[in-house]
Nanobody, 125 residues
Framework: EVQLVESGGGLVQAGGSLRLSCAAS????????VGWFRQAPGKEREGVSC????????HYADSVKGRFTISSDNAKNTVYLQMNSLKPEDTAVYYC??????????????????WGQGTQVTVSS
């Protein structure tokens, strides 16, 4: 059974930082890309970042470039999302997701085959 367990969310002031973790199990970690998505109340789900397992390539939404960094520890089957310079508009539930390929497909999650349960990130102004 595939499991994606997010942690690290919370409440932070604008300008602060958080690091999200996604612990994966139930699949061969090296064979799949893993991404982060977010959904704010009343808004559509948005792809935030993704990392390809095979070549380590990373992808970022324009809204987070230069502020967020995705990384993976293949020995721990864990993907991280370091979020710096947080803004109130970053407030959302953040989801970890297993892509259906080793490479990232940045089109809103249509390639996702498994989702985590989500972790809330709230940025106060």
């Amino acid at each position: 059974e595939v499991q994606l367990v997010e942690s690290g969310g919370g409440l932070v002031q604008a300008g602060g930082s958080l690091r999200l973790s996604c612990a994966a199990s139930g699949f061969t970690f090296d064979d799949y890309a893993v991404g982060w998505f977010r959904q704010a109340p009343g808004k559509e789900r948005e792809g935030v970042s993704c990392i390809s397992s095979s070549d380590g390539r990373t992808h970022y939404a324009d809204s987070v470039k230069g502020r967020f960094t995705i990384s993976s520890d293949n020995a721990k089957n864990t993907v991280y999302l370091q979020m710096n310079s947080l803004k109130p508009e970053d407030t959302a539930v953040y989801y970890c997701a297993q892509e259906g390929s080793w490479y990232c497909v940045t089109n809103g999650g249509v390639n996702v085959i498994n989702w985590g349960q989500g972790t809330q990130v709230t940025v106060s102004s």
